[in-house]
C-alpha cells in the first residue's frame, strides 16, 4: 500500500508539474499558450521506472539519500547540487548517445525528434521506453552520492525548468561552457547522427568530439 501511495502521488505531482513549468515558461516569456495533448497513461508508463526508483531512494530502502542537513558538513551540503548535476549530466550524455544509436534511434528516440524546431513543451514528448531509459540519469547519482532529500527535490524539480529552456528554438541564449538552448536546438536539428548529447554542460561533448556550436545574430 505505501508503494501504492508514493506511486500515485509522484505520477499525479510529476504529470501536473510538467503542464505548470510550460504554462510559467510562456507566461515569463509573454507568449500564447501552446496545446498539448499527453495522455496521462502513456505518461505513467514512460515515468514507470522513475517512480520505482525515487519510490527506492526517498524510503531510504536504496540510495544515499539523508534527511537532516546535519548529517553531512555544510561545504559538502553546499557542493553537493554541483555534484548531483555533473554526474548526471555524465549519465545522461552516456545514454542519450546509446539512443542515437542506429536501432534504438529509429525504433524510440527518432519520436523525440519529430520536434525538428522544439518549443519548451518537447523536453517531455518521448516514446516510453526512451523516456524510462533517458530518467535513469536523473535517479542514479542519488543512489551513488549522499545528497539532502530536499536538495534532491529541488534538482529534480530544476531539471524539468532546464528542460523547458533547452527545448525553446524560438528565443535562443549563447552561454559560455553551458549546454544551452542554441546547443539542444542545433542537437534536434540533425537526425540519428547528431552532437550535443548532454543535458548542463559542454566539457562531455568537447571531450569526445561531439560538440558543435550555432552562430546566431545578436
Known amino acids: ?4 501511495f508514493y506511486f500515485i502521488i509522484l505520477s499525479v505531482n510529476d504529470y501536473n508539474l510538467y503542464f505548470i513549468t510550460n504554462r510559467l515558461y510562456e507566461k515569463i516569456n509573454n507568449r500564447a499558450s501552446y496545446t498539448v495533448d499527453v495522455d496521462f497513461k502513456e505518461w505513467v508508463l514512460g515515468n ?21 542537513f546535519d548529517e553531512q558538513n555544510n561545504v559538502y551540503t553546499f557542493l553537493s547540487p554541483i555534484f548531483y548535476f555533473l554526474m548526471q549530466d555524465f549519465f545522461f550524455y552516456v545514454l542519450h548517445r546509446i539512443v542515437h544509436t542506429p536501432y534504438l534511434y529509429k525504433t524510440i528516440h527518432y519520436v523525440h525528434h519529430k520536434n525538428r524546431k522544439p518549443t519548451s513543451w518537447a523536453g517531455r514528448m518521448s516514446h516510453h521506453i526512451d523516456s524510462n531509459l533517458e530518467n535513469i540519469a536523473f535517479t542514479l547519482p542519488a543512489v551513488i552520492m549522499p545528497i539532502n532529500q530536499y536538495i534532491w527535490m529541488t ?3 530544476f531539471t524539468f525548468i532546464w528542460g523547458n529552456f533547452l527545448h525553446d528554438s524560438k528565443k535562443k541564449y549563447k552561454i559560455k561552457l553551458i549546454n544551452d538552448n542554441t546547443d539542444h536546438c542545433l542537437h534536434h536539428y540533425y537526425g540519428e547522427k547528431n552532437y550535443n548529447f548532454s543535458y548542463y554542460f559542454n566539457h562531455w561533448d568537447i571531450i569526445f568530439n561531439t560538440h558543435r556550436e550555432l552562430k546566431i545574430k545578436a
Open 155 to 157: 534538482c529534480l524539480i
Open 1 to 4: 500500500m505505501e508503494f501504492l
Open 48 to 68: 514507470f521506472l522513475s517512480y520505482i526508483s525515487i519510490y527506492l531512494i526517498y524510503t531510504q530502502q536504496i540510495g544515499k539519500l539523508y534527511n537532516n
